[in-house]
């Protein structure tokens, strides 16, 4: 089994900045990757940036240029960094691990781009 803990989440203005945080722990030794969802009222979850265990990354299209996944191998951390925040990227963002087993969801945070 794994466990997740995420944090970053809050209220930015349009243009702002936010960095999200989600920290493995358990059997990390079964992780193939990391990665990080969005879920805004109304819409179905999407995934938002994913990074492999080798390193490599993608992005939903929207984010590409704003947004930035990364992994502290050491840590069993991943983030999120997101600049150029818009209204539209509201939403509830939730970490996700995926294991040889299935794939593990943290709790979530929430992310609101208002003024």
């Known amino acids: 089994q794994v466990q997740l803990a995420e944090s970053g989440g809050g209220l930015v203005q349009p243009g702002g900045s936010l960095r999200l945080s989600c920290a493995a722990s358990?059997?990390?030794?079964?992780?193939?990757?990391m990665g990080w969802y969005r879920q805004a009222p109304g819409k179905q979850r999407e995934l938002v940036a994913i990074?492999?265990?080798?390193?490599?990354?993608n992005y939903e299209d929207s984010v590409k240029g704003r947004f930035s996944i990364s992994r502290d191998n050491a840590k069993n951390t991943v983030y999120l960094q997101m600049n150029s925040l818009k209204p539209e990227d509201t939403a509830v963002y939730y970490c996700?691990?995926?294991?040889?087993?299935?794939?593990?969801w943290g709790q979530g945070t929430q992310v609101t781009v208002s003024s």
């Open positions: 996700q691990v995926a294991t040889v087993g299935r794939p593990y």
């Open positions: 358990g059997n990390i030794f079964s992780i193939t990757a």
């Open positions: 990074i492999v265990n080798g390193g490599r990354t």
